[in-house]
Each structure stands twice: as C-alpha cells, then as structure tokens.
C-alpha cells in the first residue's frame, strides 16, 4: 500500500512511518520542520534528541531502500501539495501536518491567525488534490477529542448523535465547543471534511484523539530512531510534561483543581489504531469519525501516579497546584464513547504505570536537555491575555 504521511517529522509521524514500513508498506513523507522551529522559538527543544530529516531518511533507507521518500515543503502552498499528491498517487493519506498546540494558538493574534490559516488552508489544500488526482484514496485526518469540548454535562457520541426535536427525529454531528483558537481550528477542519466527503464522494476518517503520551514504540529500539518528545509549556502534553518535571525534581505542575478529565493512549496504542484505519478504510464515499483514546483520567490523578512511580524511583516527587493559565471547567462530568476502534480490533497494549515507568527511566538519560531548557517549563500563556512577553511573528512564517 502506498502511505503518504504528512506530518512525518513529528512526534506521530515519524513512529507512524518506522511502523508502516516494517510492515512491508510504501511511505511516502511530508512536513515544513515547523514543529522544530517553534518549539525553538519557546527556548525549548525535544528532550529525546532528534537527528534531521536527511540523517534520519539514510537510516529508514538504508533498512527499506526505495519503498521511502520525502519532501520538504508546506501544505498552505497549493502547488506543493498538489504536486506531491499527483506524482506519489496514495492508496492512503494520514494528515498529521497541522499545529497541534493550544495554548500556542493563545498566544497572541498573530499566532492564532497562523494556526487556523496554516491548519484550515493546508487540509482544503489536501482536500481538492485528493478530489483532483486521487479521488479513491482514503484520507485519515487527526483530529482531537478536544472538538467536543470538556464542559458537556451529556455523554459524547463518536462525531454524530440521534435526536428527537420538536416530535421529529434526525441524526445530527454531536456539537462542538472547543476551547481553544487550535482546538476550534480542528472543528473547522472537520465540517470541511465531512462537506467534501458529501460534495465530492471523497472517503475520510476523522480521528477525534485524546492525549498521546510515551517516549517510544517498539520499532524504536535505538537512540538515533527515536520520536521527539516536547516537555516546555506549549509543546508538551500533561503526562509527558510531569515524567520530564520528576526526572530533574522540578514540582509536577497541576493546573488548578486538577480535576480537568481527558482521555488518554498510549504512543504504541495510537499507532496501532492509526494502522487499524489504514487497514480498515470506510465504505467510499463515507465521512467516518472515530474517537481515539483508552482511559480516561484526571490530571491530579496522573501526577499522583507520577509520583508514586517516580518515588519508586528514588526521584522525591513534589506535586504543587499552579494558577491554571486556562479557561477550562476544573471539574466536570466526561463520558465519551469509544466503541468503533474496538469493533474494528483495537486492543490496549499498554498500561499507563508500565508507561511512565519507561518514560521515567527513557528520561533519565536525557535529563541534561531538560534540565538545560527548564525555564521552558512554565512560560505562562494565559487563554485571556495571551503571552506577557513580547513575542514576535510565529516562527514559520505563513501566507494568506
Ligand atoms: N495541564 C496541567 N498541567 C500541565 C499541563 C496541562 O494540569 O503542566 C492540564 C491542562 O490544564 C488541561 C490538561 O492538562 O486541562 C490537558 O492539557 P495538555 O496540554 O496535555 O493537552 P491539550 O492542550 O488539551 O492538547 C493536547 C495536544 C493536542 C490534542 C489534545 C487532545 O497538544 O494536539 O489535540 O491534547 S485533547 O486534550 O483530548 O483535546
């Protein structure tokens, strides 16, 4: 099958690609580096170092030859995308090129503007070179639970719930309400998928995902294969953000109560249900959306695991309550399905406590590198004053 990852120097794409090509798959890859780029500009850096594109494509190509490619370029310029898409001509298109943090978004208008225009432009760029050269392709596009927003005090459904209104019955996508300018940047996508999908019979699945956490996969075994892994304010994920804090004794910083609910997969776990996907397309024509996590936790919980594990570890763990720089309810009810991954064969490999305990140790080794860029780890975005200190442009620059 012939896999076009866009994305693939990032922290999925780049585990997605070792994974495809060990199953014997042709991969065919994308990205601009924003990802570097910015998380420089947060006077940060990946915890795990991470060789550049050139270092790491002699590696895929020395173990698996022609059956890898890549390009570098941006997904807003329409010529670009559609050039890559016509020539390399995907069975499947996993979109992963996006900018995925939201309190990035939250910084200022500059960098709100770049990440709904970069997220927004770059998939209707994809969406009219898929209808355009490749109309039978599947497109798998990531998502985020965050679409449905944490404040509902109903269940959610996976992307469309049945209704009865005023004596009449319909089928109606649940409601969106996002919490942040990158969170509301993902719904916008989402209604431009499932209105292409309708208006031009184009075949997608929209993965609603919760929170990736792990340093590796198992096709990760040596240093120099390794997925970066992001621990300052804006780039890091809760999880990963606490195992990097516990490794130098910095206190595990829980925003308010702690009582905020997401769910949670593991990096192994994720792709194996992106592989799912890939194997498993919707019926052509079908606009699919599936919700992607394992289990659900709080994250004061989660820093008590941390510390109970990490304590283990001789690490001395402290947990300290931080002012929540976010607009978001710190206790509320979450109920979210998760039935369609199961039913197409998803199986949980991995236990959180066995995840942050090789996190921990993986960690360990990079301690130096965190501890080097520490003040990274609180910068303060507020959701309703932005970044205090000055900031410039987005790193990547962006056209409109
Ligand atoms: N949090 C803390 N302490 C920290 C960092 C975060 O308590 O040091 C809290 C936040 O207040 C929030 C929760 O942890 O309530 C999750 O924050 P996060 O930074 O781990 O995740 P989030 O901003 O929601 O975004 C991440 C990814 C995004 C993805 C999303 C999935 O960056 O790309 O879409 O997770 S989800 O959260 O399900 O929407």
Redesign the pocket.
């Given at each position: 099958m012939k896999i076009l990852i866009l994305g693939m120097d990032g922290y999925i794409g780049w585990s997605l690609a070792l994974r495809q090509l060990r199953l014997g798959n042709e991969v065919c890859g994308v990205d601009n580096f924003s990802r570097r780029k910015a998380v420089e500009e947060m006077g940060s850096w990946s915890a795990v170092p991470i060789l550049p594109m050139q270092k790491r494509l002699e590696i895929l190509k020395k173990e698996h030859g022609g059956k890898v490619s890549f390009h570098e370029g941006d997904l807003v310029d329409q010529k670009f995308t559609d050039d890559v898409i016509k020539t390399f001509k995907p069975d499947t298109i996993v979109h992963l090129a996006e900018q995925?943090?939201?309190?990035y978004s939250m910084i200022d208008q500059n960098h709100a503007v770049y990440t709904q225009s970069n997220n927004v432009v770059g998939t209707l760029n994809v969406l009219y070179s898929q209808k355009n050269h490749v109309p039978r392709a599947h497109l798998i596009k990531l998502g985020?639970?965050?679409e449905y927003g944490y404040g509902n005090d109903i269940d959610i459904t996976e992307g469309f719930m049945e209704i009865e209104f005023r004596g009449k019955k319909t089928v109606i996508p649940y409601p969106r309400m996002a919490g942040?300018w990158?969170?509301w940047s993902?719904v916008h996508d989402s209604n431009n998928i499932m209105f292409a999908c309708k208006l031009w019979n184009l075949t997608s699945t929209d993965i609603m995902?919760?929170?990736v956490y792990g340093t590796r996969i198992r096709e990760m075994e040596d240093e120099p294969k390794m997925t970066r892994f992001d621990f300052d304010?804006v780039f890091?994920?809760?999880i990963n953000?606490?195992c990097s804090q516990a490794v130098i004794g910095h206190p595990l910083?829980?925003?308010?109560q702690?009582g905020?609910t997401?769910?949670f997969l593991a990096l192994e776990d994720s792709i194996q249900c992106i592989t799912i996907l890939i194997n498993n397309p919707p019926d052509p024509g079908e606009y699919r959306v599936v919700n992607q996590?394992d289990e659900q936790y709080r994250?004061s919980e989660l820093a008590d695991r941390v510390k109970r594990i990490g304590d283990k570890k001789g690490l001395g763990v402290e947990i300290k309550r931080v002012e929540?720089p976010?607009l978001?309810k710190e206790e509320h009810y979450y109920k979210a399905d998760h039935e369609h991954l199961k039913k197409l064969g998803f199986k949980p490999t991995r236990h959180i406590d066995d995840e942050i305990n090789i996190m921990l140790d993986d960690l360990a080794v990079f301690k130096e590198r965190i501890q080097a860029k520490k003040d990274s780890i609180i910068k303060i975005v507020r959701w309703n004053d932005g970044l205090k200190q000055s900031m410039a442009s987005p790193a990547v620059s962006y056209k409109t």
């Open positions: 995925p943090s939201a309190p985020t639970m965050g942040s990158y969170h993902k995902q919760g929170i304010e890091g994920t809760v953000r606490y910083t829980v925003y308010g702690g905020q997401r769910g996590f994250v929540n976010r978001e």
